[in-house]
C-alpha cells in the first residue's frame, strides 16, 4: 500500500528507494557484501558467503513481521539478521553479519539509499536546469514589471527572472558534487567503531566491501559523527528553499489579480469541489507546503549531531523517521517544480498591461535617475516622489504630472521624458546577467559527467 | 501493511486513528452526517440521506486508487467525493458534499481524529500519572543524590524527583482539559467560509452538523484561522518534553556508571546484536528520539498559521503529513514512558552508593550552611570549597578534612558534624512537596471525568 | 545603547522588560524579598534585610562588569550576588541569597518579567481586539472577493474577513488567561529543590516570598520542569501566527495588483531608497518576519524541556537568550498589527472593482448550486466548468456564456441569472458569523478584568 | 555597552564582527567604495568619490539616532544614506549610494562580516584541530571503555574518540573552503538586480566594486537567491553540530559518577553559588546551549530563503537578526570547545578503572567472536548472553563464569580466556583509523592556505 499523500508529494522513484522496503532491500545488500569481502580475505569461506548472499533476498522477509519484531528489539537490524541467519544455509548460518552491528548496516544501507536518491535528484536538476535555461532564453526580452515587497517597483525581463532561478539550480547541483565524495561513504566499525571483532583484518574487509558496494572508503567509521547526514539534510534544505523560491514566484504571479502565468493544465488538475471555474496552482501548493516543512525536519537532523559515546541515545534514532522525510520530499518539490517549470503557461500579454497599470511610476526611479545629476539625488528623489503622488491622487499618468513641472522642464524635453518612460529602455545590465546564467548552464555538463561516474549504482532499479 | 517503525514509535490506537484509512473513514463519517443533518432541515430528501449514509463506508473505497487521484486533483476530498457519489444510490448522488468545501471534510475528519486520539492520550496519562502517584509515594524517603550540571549536588530521594515528574505531567492533563473545548470545533464553511451555498440555512444545517458528530459548535468557520491547530501540536510539544524529560533522567540513572535504575525485562528487548550482555534502554531511547523531534514539527505547524486569505496555498497541506506524524509520535512516547515508569527496576541500594562516593561532598552544603551564620556566607562558601579541594586532592572524607579544621573546631563539635553529613537529615521541605505532588495527583478526577463528556465518541472503535 | 532593529522589531515596554538591565533588576528585587520574607520568619534579622533590600538597585552594577564576570562564573547570578553583597552593610552582609541557587533567582526574575510581558500583552491585544471590532462593524457588509489558493473564488465582505481575525485574536487572550496562574509561579528550591538550607522553614518562607512577589506559590520547585516555559513560549507562537495571518492577508491585498487596502500613511515611513513613488507594507514586512522566526524559537524552548536530573546541562542554557528574543519579537508583531489594523487605508471601491474583475466566474458557484437540483451536482459542476473555460477563452462574462446555453435557459430565467450574479445576494451566513464574532468580542471584558487582578505589579514602570 | 551573556556565548572577534556598529562599519565600506568605482569609470567625479570615501567613517553616525530612524524607514539602510550624504561635501552629495538600493549594501556589507568571521572560524578551527590531534596522538593507546546507548560496549581507546572529533572538525574546515568562494560575493543589483539605473556600466561598475572591497563577483545579483545565505547558516550548523557531540561526550565523561575528565580549571569558574565543591562542566554548559539553539536558527534562514519576487517580504528581514546570532553562537561555542580541549583534564586511571567496573562484561563480544567458529554466531551468542546475566546475578567476573561453563571449556583454555579479558588485546583497528586521522589532520595546511589567500580583508581590525 502507498501512502494516501505519497503520489502527491514524493517522487516515485524516491518513495522507493527510501520505503521500508527500500532500506530493507539494501540492508540485505551490505549483509551479502559482507560476507563476499569477508570470503575473499578468508575470515569466511566462500560457500559461507554464496549461502548468505542467495538468503538475503526481500521475496523472504515478512515486512509486517519485521515491523512487529523491530518494535521489541528497538532497531529492525536486530531482527532482520535474525530472519536472514534462518533462511541460510547450514554453512553460512554463522556468519550473518559477522563483526558487524546494527548501525553498520543500517547506516551503510542508508547511504546506498542516498546515492540512488542522489541520482535521481541529478537527473531532475539536469531536467529543470534544461527547462529553466530554455524558458530564459525565450524570455529573455519579455518584459514584466519587477516587484520588491510585493509593490511594483521597475521594469525587468522574466528572463531576467528566471535567470536568478536557473543560477540558483545551478549552484546547488555544484554543492551535490561537493558532498557526494563526504557522504557516500560506507559505515563499518561494528560495536564501537574499532572493528575489534575482525581483528587485524579489519580495515582489509572495510576496503573490500567498500568496493563490493561501489562505496566511498572514509579514513575511520563515523557512526556518531553525523556531518555527513547532516550535510545531506542541508543539501535537500538549500534546495528546497530554491524550489520554493520559485514556486513562491509563480504563485503570485498566478494569482488572479496578476495572471502573469498558469501551471500547464493536466485534466483532472487543480479542479475545486465547489467552485467550478478554478484553475489552482497545485504545483505551488505542495511544492510550498515542502518548503515550509524542510527546514524544520533538517533542524531535526543537525541537532541530532550531538551524540553520545559510541551510539547515541535518541538522537540516532530521531533521524529513523526524518531523513527519509526530507528525502522523499525534496524529491516531490524537485519533480513538481521540474514539471511546472516545463508546462508553464506564460501570458506575455498580461505582463505587458500589468507593467502599465500604474501610470508610469515604475519609470518613476529613471526620471530621478535623470534628473539626480541636474538637481542632486535627494532632491530629484523629493521631487519624482511628490509628482508620484500627485500622479495617484488625481489619476494622472506620471509623464503628464512631470511634463507640467517647472524644474523637470528645466532640464529634460519632452522626447527625453517620452524615452525614460519606456521600460525596454531601462533594463541595465539585464541581457549581460542573462548571458552570464546561460553561460553557468552551458558548463553543468562537466558536473554532470563526474556524477555519473560516481553514482552508478542503483539497488531498486537493477 | 504497516510502517516498518510504527510498531516501535507509536501507540497503536493512535496510528489506527491517525492512519490514511483512520482520516478517510471519519470523512465519510462527515459527509454521512452532512447528509442527516441537512435532511432533517429538508434541504435535502431523507431518501438522499440514507442514500448518501449508506454508501459512507471505508470498504467501497480503494485506497490505492484514492491516492493515485489524489496526486492529481491535489487533495484526497474530491476524488473521495467522486467515488462516494459514485457509489450512492440515484436518490443521493446529486447531493453528496453538498455546500462543503474539501477544507470542511478534511479539517472535520482531523478534528475527529483529534477527538478519538485525546481520550487515547487521556487515558495514558491517567496510567502514568497514577503509576508516577504510586512511585512517588513508595520512594518518598529513598534517599539519593541530587545532580546539577551533571555533578553530584545534595541528598534528595527518588520520589522528590518523581514528584516533579508528576506535577508536570498533572500540569499538562489540565492543559488537555482547557485545549479540547477549542479544538474540537466542527469546521464547515463552504468554499470560503460563508456557506454562501447553503443560503439561509447555514447556521442551521452546521449547528445540526455538529450535534450530529458531537463536535463543539464555533462561532464561524476556523479554515483559515489555524490557532486550534497550532495549539494541538503545542499540547504535543508540551507534553513529549515532560516525557523527554522523564526519559533523559532515567537513561542518565540507567548509565552502567551509575546503575541506579533499569528499564524493567521484557523477552527479546533491549539486546545488542553484537553486544550479548547489554540491557539497552529502549524505551528511553524512542522517548528521547520523539522529544527531540516533536518540537520542529510542532514549528512547522505554528509557522502554517499564516495563511492566504481563504485558503492557504502550501501552508493548509505542510500540515497534513506534519499534524498526523506529530500525533503519532507523542502517542509513542507517552506509551513508552508509561510502561517505563509501570514496570521500572529501581535499584535503592546502588543510590545509596552513590549518595556515598564522594567522600561527603554531597554535604559541603549542609556544613556551609551551619558554619554560615557564624562566619559569614562567603567566608563559608570559601572555607569549605577549600576543605572540600583538599579532601578532593587528598582522597579524604570532607568530614575529616573539617574535623581537622580550627574554624570548623571552633563552632561546631564532632555530634554535630556527624549529623551535618547524614543525607537524611538535609531534606528541607522535600516531605512537604511531595505531598502536595500527591494531593494534586488525587485531584485528577474531576479532570478526567470532564474529558469522559466531552470526548465520548470514537470512529475507529465503534 | 539599544540594539539597531530593537525599536522596529519591538515594542518598547517590552525591551525594556526583557533587556539585560530589566532581568538584573528584578534579579534584586527577588533578593530583597527574599531576605524580607526570612526576616519575618526570623531566619535573619530585621537589619539585614533592610541593608539587603538598601543595596539591592541597579544603580549599583555596572552591568559591563557583570557580562565580563558572567563569563567567568557560566551565570549571572553569582557575580550579581557577590557585588549585591560588597554594596550590603555588614548586618545584612552574610544573607544575601541565603538558602536560594542562581536558578532561582534567574527563574523567579524571569517570572516577574513574565508577567509584566503579559500586562504590556493584555493592554494590547485589547486594543487590537477593539480596533478589529470596529472594522468588522464598518466593514460587515463591504463587498469583496474571497480568495482560495490565491485565486478568486467567490465573494464575501471585509468584514467576514476581520471577522475571522478578530475571533482568532479572542481565543488567544483566552489562552493567556489560562496559561497565566501557571506561568507566574515562584521559584525558589535551592541548590536541588528541596529547599534544603532553610531546614524547616523552606515552605513558609517560600510562601512569603510568594506573598511579597505577588507571585502564584506552586507545589513544588519547578526548576527543571520546564513545561510553564514552554507553555509561555507555546503562547507567544500561536498569537505571532495569528498576526501573520493578519499581515499576509493585508500585504496580499497591498500588492499593487490587488490595492484593496494600504498600511496608513506616516512621515517618512515605508520609502524606498531608490523608488520614490513606493508605499512599502512596512509593518506587514515586520510582522512577517517575526512570524518566521517565532516558531523556530519556540521550538529551542520545547526542545529545552529536556532537562537533566535537578539542573539541566545546556538545555536551561539555550533559553536565556531564545526566550527574551521570542517575547521581544511577540511584543513587536503585535505592537505592529495593532496600529496597522488601527490604520489601515481600506479602498471598497478596489474591492468593489476585483470583484467584477473577472467577469462574472466568482458567482459560478452560486450558478452551480441553483443549477444542481435540476441537473444533479457533478453534472452541474460539468456545465459551469465548460462555460467558464468558454467565458475565458472568448472573454465573455460567464452570465452571457450562460444565458445562451440550452440547459441553463430550461432551468433558469434571465432575471434569475442576474440575481444569481449579484455578490451580495451569495454572502450565505456572513451577516450571522460575523454577530458571533462581535459578541465574542463584547465579552472580552470579563476576562480582561481577570487578568488586571492577577497582573498588578510592574517593576520597570512604577 | 556589550551584551549581558556575549562574553560567556560568543567570540570576542566575531561578537565586534557582527555588532550593530560591525555592521554599520561595512556599509560605509560599500557606499565609500562604490563611489571610488564610479569614479574610476567616469559616472562620478574623483572628488565626489573623495567626498564620500572621506565622509564614511563610523565616528559620524550615533548609533541611537540610526536605531530610531531605522524604526520610521523600515531598514538601517535609508536613514544610513540620508546621514552620509549629510556629513558628506557638497561635490559628494548628489552621488552617495548612487544607483545602489538597500540591500545592496546591506547584503554586501554582511559578506563582508561574513568573511572576517570567516577567518575568525579558520584560525580557531585550526587550534582545535591541532589540539585533538595532539591529544590524539598523546592517547593513541589509553584504553577506556566504549559506550553505546549510555551503556558499557567495548573497550577503545580515549584516542580512538578523539580521533573521531578531529575527523569531523577536519572535514568541517573543508566545506568551509568550499563554501567560501560562493559566500563571499558581492551584491550589486540596484533597485530590482538590473543595475538599471548605471545604464550601460552597471557590469564593470560592479567588477570595479568587487575589486575595491576583494569579494567574489557573481553571475548575477542574488538578492532573493539567498542559498549562499542558507549555506552559511548551514555551515555553522553542521560545526556547531560537531562540536556539542565533542561536549556531549565530554559532559558525560566529567559526571561525577564517571571521572574520566575534567575542564581545566581556571580562577572563578565553573563554581556553584551553594554548593562549594562543585566544578561545574562551564563549557559544555554554553557548546550544548548553543547546539541546541543553532539548528532552530539555521531553520528560520533555510525557510527564509522563500522570497517574493524582487525583494522578500518578511523573508529577507527574518535574516536580520538571525544570521548575527547564529553567526555569534557558532563562534562562542568554537572558541569554548577550543579552550576546553587545550586544557582538559584526562584521569587515565579512571578510565582504567571504568573499563574493570562491569567484571569483564566489556569483554563479552571479543568471547562471543571467539566462541562464534565454534559453535555459530547465534548460539555463541545465547551462550554469553546467558554467562553475563549470570554473573550481574550473581556478582561473578564474567570470566569465572564463562570458565566453569562446559561449552567454553571445550573451545577455550584458560590462557585464552586471559586474553580475551584483556582490554587492550581488543581493539580491532583503532591504531589504523588513529593513523588516517592524524594524517588528515596534516593535510590540513593546504586548505588553510587557500584561506589565507581568499580571506585577506579585515574591516574592523585593519
Known sequence: MTGLLD???????????????????????????????QARRGTISAEAAT?????????????????????????????????????????????????????DVMDTALVLQLRDCFKVFAQNLQRLSDALA???????????????????????????????????????????????????????????????????????????????????????PWHTQRDRIAETACFCGILTGTL???????????QTDVGEVNEGAQAGRGGSSTMPHKRNPVSCNIVLAIAASIPNLVATILAAQVQDHERGLGSWASEWRTLPEILKLTSGALLHTTTMIENL??????????????????MAEAVMMALAPHVGRLEAHH???????????????????????AVTKKHLDLQELDTLFDPTSYLGSAQQFIDAALDAHRNLGKAMAFFDSLITHAVDRK
Open 7 to 37: 503520489p502527491l508529494m514524493t517522487d516515485p522513484h524516491v518513495a522507493t528507494i527510501m520505503s521500508d522496503e527500500g532500506l530493507v532491500r539494501r540492508m540485505l545488500v551490505f549483509e551479502a557484501a559482507l560476507a563476499r569481502a
Open 51 to 103: 549461502a548468505i548472499t542467495n538468503a538475503a533476498t526481500i521475496a523472504h522477509i515478512d515486512m509486517d513481521d519485521l515491523a512487529r519484531a523491530t518494535a521489541l528489539a528497538g532497531n529492525p537490524a536486530i531482527p532482520l539478521v535474525k530472519m536472514l541467519t534462518a533462511r541460510t544455509e547450514a554453512a553460512g548460518q554463522p556468519y550473518v553479519h559477522w563483526g558487524a552491528t546494527s548501525q
Open 134 to 220: 530554455q524558458m530564459t532564453s525565450d524570455h529573455r526580452t519579455t518584459p514584466m514589471v519587477a516587484r520588491t515587497l510585493l509593490q511594483h517597483a521597475l521594469p525587468t525581463t522574466f528572463g531576467m527572472k528566471s535567470a536568478g532561478w536557473l543560477l540558483a539550480i545551478n549552484r546547488t547541483i555544484g554543492r551535490l558534487g561537493e558532498a557526494a565524495p563526504r557522504v557516500l561513504a560506507l559505515q563499518c566499525g561494528g560495536a564501537v567503531g574499532t572493528l575489534a571483532s575482525l581483528g587485524a583484518d579489519g580495515t582489509v574487509i572495510a576496503r573490500d566491501l567498500a568496493i563490493e558496494l561501489e562505496l566511498v572508503l572514509p579514513a575511520a
Open 244 to 254: 520554493g523560491k520559485i514556486a513562491r514566484d509563480i504563485s503570485l504571479m498566478a
Open 345 to 362: 503557461e506564460i501570458n506575455s500579454a498580461r505582463m505587458r498591461a500589468n507593467l502599465d497599470a500604474t501610470n508610469g511610476l515604475v
Open 383 to 405: 521631487l519624482v516622489e511628490a509628482a508620484s503622488k500627485t500622479a495617484i491622487a488625481d489619476g494622472l499618468h506620471l509623464r503628464e504630472v512631470l511634463a507640467s513641472s
